[in-house]
């Protein structure tokens, strides 16, 4: 009997051990599920935080961005990048602005249309924090000398790369031009499109690539975009293609029959796209980075060599005074020729910028 007993109160203290145990688990979960939600709550509030509300989202498609507009009239939030706030960027809008009328003048741009608009708006765009807005541009031979990658293809793989290129650890880079690719990014950062995958270049992008971009804005000037990741998506419609203007078109043409080597004329190969025979191959273009010191060592370099050029200019044009004139008709002459240096200083710093 007293065996029984004792065995009775030791299952009463056991079922109360359980039982404690079980409310000590239920209050941990809930601990726990608290410790989550907070978790999630610090998530929400960084990610909020780290999101700059910034404009220019999408490509040369609306009318010029304003400080109080967007080209795609949105205003989006930027993911990446530093942030660009303050006086700097409020004196470079105008600049900025510039920039586009001159690129629009050149390159008038064709309407995005709306699917691949909304491909690309929720793209994050990554603004440079740069005092000229990185408005400066390039060579294509400027670009070799300093990174290396031949001055002629497309799809520039470096072989041998340059001091810049070893710095910076650059190994490719992209130079479509926006008077055959003019949904291309036309300011750092910006998402957009190329066409891009004419003969040897039918397999490259559609596996995710990245390179650096340089976008020709004119014939000797590429402005450098950033780094991007390039995916091949799908090729134009023909509706898609007739949006584009006819010299734009044209000129699409010729390059097929070149890439591609088309037997037919430029007239043949035009008709083919406008029936959907042939279809102009699309690569998507995403920002992943902009390295504002590579951008600050490709200008410095420039500037250098406008200095250097300069100076040889105006060295060659003093050997050539007659040194057996007066010192009175030598000194007019040398005032012509500060005059004259006055003006090439003038059209060298326009040259370096493009607006």
């Known amino acids: 009997m007293k065996d029984r007993d004792a065995l009775r109160e030791q299952l009463k203290v056991s079922k109360m051990d359980v039982t404690r145990q079980q409310e000590r688990a239920n209050t941990l979960g809930q601990r726990l599920q608290e410790l989550n939600n907070e978790k999630t709550a610090l998530a929400r509030e960084l990610q909020a935080a780290a999101q700059i509300v910034r404009v220019d989202i999408g490509v040369n498609t609306n009318p010029l961005p304003t400080p109080r507009s967007t080209p795609n009239g949105a205003r989006l939030p930027v993911v990446l990048g530093p942030s660009t706030a303050g006086p700097s960027r409020d004196r470079n809008l105008k600049e900025e602005r510039d920039v586009s009328v001159d690129i629009f003048a050149v390159h008038p741009p064709s309407q995005l249309p709306p699917s691949r608009k909304r491909a690309i708006e929720n793209a994050p765009q990554l603004i440079p924090d740069l005092a000229d807005g990185g408005t400066v541009c390039f060579t294509r031979p400027f670009i070799t000398t300093h990174i290396g990658g031949g001055s002629q293809a497309l799809i520039s793989n470096i072989a041998t790369p340059k001091s810049l290129a070893l710095k910076f650890g650059i190994t490719s880079y992209l130079c479509p031009n926006l008077w055959e690719n003019p949904w291309c990014p036309t300011n750092p950062g910006m998402a957009g499109y190329m066409f891009v995958g004419l003969g040897e270049e039918i397999h490259n992008f559609v596996q995710p690539e990245v390179h650096e971009l340089f976008v020709g804005v004119e014939k000797t000037k590429y402005r450098f975009m950033g780094r991007y990741r390039a995916h091949r998506v799908e090729p134009l419609t023909v509706e898609e293609w007739l949006t584009l203007s006819e010299k734009v078109r044209f000129k ?21 796209y406008e029936r959907g025979e042939l279809r102009a191959p699309c690569v998507k273009l995403t920002c992943l980075d902009f390295n504002e010191d590579l951008y600050k060592k490709l200008k410095a ?5 406008n200095n250097i050029n300069r ?14 004139r007066s010192s009175q008709k030598r000194r007019r002459i040398e005032e012509i020729i500060n005059v004259d240096e006055s003006s090439m200083d003038s059209d060298s710093d326009s040259s370096e910028y493009f607006g």
């Open 252 to 272: 699409y043409c010729e390059t097929t029959q070149r890439k591609a080597k088309d037997s037919r004329s430029v007239d043949g190969i035009k008709a083919a």
């Open 301 to 305: 370099r420039k500037m250098e060599q």
């Open 311 to 324: 100076s040889s200019s105006q060295r060659s044009i003093k050997q050539e005074l007659p040194v057996t």
